[in-house]
């Protein structure tokens, strides 16, 4: 049974970073897509980023695209969520998510009814 395990998540004052690891232990998959989502209380879940495989970068937030970097260690089975810049709107429980094969054409990652295994979540808060 494949299990992801997010860490990295803490407390940290606006304009400070965190990196947040998502690692892949428990069996084996052929992985099409990770992605990072988060979901802040009373909000609803948000996509944040999503990578391929082979290291492409499928799709960023907006609202992140110039502050966060999805990256991914295959050797490792870790993908990243290198976060600068943050703001207290960033504070949310932040989990990922892995698509297996068989893939879906032209997934870019937004869509969470795509993935096949979701981690916990690790929680991320921003001071002002």
């Known amino acids: 049974q494949v299990q992801l395990v997010e860490s990295g998540g803490g407390l940290v004052q606006a304009g400070g970073s965190l990196r947040l690891s998502c690692t892949a232990s428990?069996?084996?998959?052929?992985?099409?897509?990770t992605g990072w989502f988060r979901q802040a209380p009373g909000k609803e879940r948000e996509f944040i980023a999503a990578?391929?495989?082979?290291?492409?970068?499928?799709a960023y937030e907006d609202s992140v695209k110039d502050r966060f970097t999805i990256s991914r260690d295959g050797a490792k089975r870790t993908v990243y969520l290198q976060m600068n810049r943050l703001k207290p709107e960033d504070t949310a429980v932040y989990s990922c998510?892995?698509?297996?094969?068989?893939?879906?054409?032209?997934?870019?990652?937004?869509?969470?009814?795509?993935?096949?295994?979701w981690g916990q979540g690790t929680q991320v808060t921003v001071s002002s």
């Open positions: 428990g069996g084996t998959f052929s992985n099409c897509v």
């Open positions: 998510a892995a698509e297996t094969r068989p893939c879906t054409a032209g997934n870019d990652g937004r869509n969470p009814r795509k993935y096949d295994y």
């Open positions: 990578i391929r495989a082979g290291g492409a970068v499928t």
